[in-house]
């Protein structure tokens, strides 16, 4: 199959790119690298180094005898779009290319403006290009969990049957997202969704968990091919997070009481079900919603795990307690299905003792790399960020 991967020089989107390839599918990788941008503008920098993409492929050439072709625009740029999708002509669209972060879209109105414009107007030039040129292409487009918020009943994936006043409809299920981030997704979901029904285009929206892991396969067969993994406020995720402060011996900041249940999944099974959508597309004017994370966890949970493996391996860790930054449930009820990928055949890699400990390993090869000063939270959801993140944005 003929894959495009969008956002490949990411955190997801290249080991994905490398997935799918050494699966013998022609893939090709766009990015325009904001995301490096941002990193700069944020004094923020992953743990490992991170090769450029250029060289990532030809690294990938040379390691694998595979070709991935790369394509270098902003989806922001129709005109791009339109080149990208006439000349590759995909069978399947892999859409990460995003600005992912809560946090950064809170730090202030422009940070906020840019993070819907990016994502919004990226997903609609890709639609109606999508609709010029390869209207059967199957669009697998990355949402996120928390499109749904936490509400007080189980949360089902994407649709929910409703009886009201007497009749029956099966409808959306309803979206209370925590961010302007996650609600950029949700107006994604919206417009794709409509474009499926007007143009019959066929999507996969993955409403995804929060994702942990720095390796895959593919990245472990060579130094070079390392994927980009953050640890720093704006940009690191929970688990990633906390394994790394471990190492540091630095508290884990727990944002107030922790009791914020959110699902996870290890990286690897994001490259699984994202094959998995990719080999059981749906059909023409289908839109679809999959649950994709494999356990759920409250955050005091994943930090406390984080401790006794860490402890095992001689690092001594303290659980710290934050004022929340964010303005979220702190405890709530939380059990969201995610059956749908687990009937197309995925084999979860559960968060295991041997699984964070490898995590733990592999951050404390790198461990001279961690920087102090970019763990503690300066973002805050109430508009008042700090001086210091209002440096953020004053240098750029
Ligand atoms: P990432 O920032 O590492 O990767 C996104 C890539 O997209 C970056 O390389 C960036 O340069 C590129 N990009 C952004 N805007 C672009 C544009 N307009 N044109 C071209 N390229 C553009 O993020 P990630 O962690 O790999 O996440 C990938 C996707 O998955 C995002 O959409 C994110 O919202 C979603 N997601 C991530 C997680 C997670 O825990 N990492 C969980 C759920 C959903
Ligand atoms: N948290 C802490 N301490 C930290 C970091 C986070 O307690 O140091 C808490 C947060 O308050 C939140 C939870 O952990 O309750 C998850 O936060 P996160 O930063 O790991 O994840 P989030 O901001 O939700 O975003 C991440 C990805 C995003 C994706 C989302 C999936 O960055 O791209 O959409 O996970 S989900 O959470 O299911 O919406």
């Given at each position: ?36 941008a ?5 004094n923020?920098?992953?743990l490992v180094p ?11 050439k040379?390691?694998?005898?595979r070709?991935?072709?790369l ?10 779009v ?13 859409h ?15 940070r906020?403006v840019?993070t819907?414009?990016n ?12 609709r ?22 189980d949360i089902?994936e994407?649709?929910i ?5 007497g009749?029956?409809d099966?409808?959306?299920?309803p979206k ?6 996650h609600?950029?997704k ?16 066929r999507?996969t929206?993955l409403?995804q968990g ?5 390796a895959t396969?593919e ?11 953050h640890y720093?406020?704006?940009?690191g ?9 471990a190492i540091a011996g630095?508290?884990l ?16 099974d ?8 990719i ?11 999959f649950n ?10 994943l ?16 659980i710290n307690h934050l ?5 979220e ?6 059990n ?15 968060l ?28 805050r ?5 700090s ?5 953020y944005?004053s240098v750029?």
């Amino acid at each position: 199959m003929r894959i495009l991967i969008l956002g490949g020089d990411g955190y997801l989107g290249w080991p994905t790119a490398m997935y799918l390839s050494g699966r013998d599918h022609e893939v090709a990788v766009l990015d325009n690298f904001s995301k490096r941008a941002w990193e700069l503008e944020l004094n923020a920098a992953p743990l490992v180094p991170v090769r450029t993409l250029r060289n990532r492929v030809s690294t990938w050439k040379e390691v694998t005898g595979r070709n991935i072709s790369l394509f270098v625009g902003d989806l922001c740029e129709y005109d791009l779009v339109n080149d990208v999708l006439r000349e590759f002509r995909p069978d399947a669209i892999v859409h990460f290319g995003e600005q992912p972060s809560a946090p950064y879209s809170m730090i202030d109105q422009r940070r906020c403006v840019m993070t819907q414009v990016n994502n919004i107007t990226g997903t609609l030039n890709l639609l109606w290009s999508m609709r010029e040129h390869v209207p059967s292409a199957h669009l697998v487009k990355l949402g996120t969990m928390g499109e749904y918020g936490t509400p007080n009943i189980d949360i089902e994936e994407g649709f929910i049957e409703i009886e009201h006043r007497g009749r029956k409809d099966v409808l959306p299920f309803p979206k209370q997202p925590g961010s302007f981030y996650h609600l950029s997704k949700v107006h994604d979901s919206h417009n794709i969704t409509f474009a499926c029904k007007v143009w019959k285009l066929r999507s996969t929206d993955l409403h995804q968990g929060v994702v942990y892991g720095v390796a895959t396969n593919e990245t472990e067969l060579d130094p070079r091919l390392a994927t980009s993994f953050h640890y720093d406020e704006v940009f690191g995720t929970a688990l990633n997070r906390f394994c790394v402060q471990a190492i540091a011996g630095i508290p884990l900041t727990v944002y107030g009481k922790g009791g914020q249940t959110r699902g996870f999944l290890n990286i690897r099974d994001t490259l699984r079900c994202v094959e998995l959508s990719i080999l059981n597309p749906p059909q023409a004017g289908e839109y679809r919603a999959f649950n994709q994370f494999t356990q759920s966890f409250s955050v005091i949970e994943l930090a406390e795990t984080v401790q006794k493996q860490a402890e095992k391996l001689g690092f001594r860790v303290a659980i710290n307690h934050l004022p929340n930054p964010r303005v979220e449930a702190e405890t709530h009820y939380y059990n969201p299905r995610h059956q749908k990928l687990l009937d197309l055949g995925l084999q979860p890699h559960l968060l295991s003792d041997v699984l964070v400990d490898s995590m733990l390993v592999t951050i404390r090869d790198h461990a001279h790399r961690i920087r102090h000063d970019v763990i503690l939270p300066q973002v805050r959801w109430d508009g008042t960020s700090s001086a210091a993140t209002k440096a953020y944005a004053s240098v750029s």
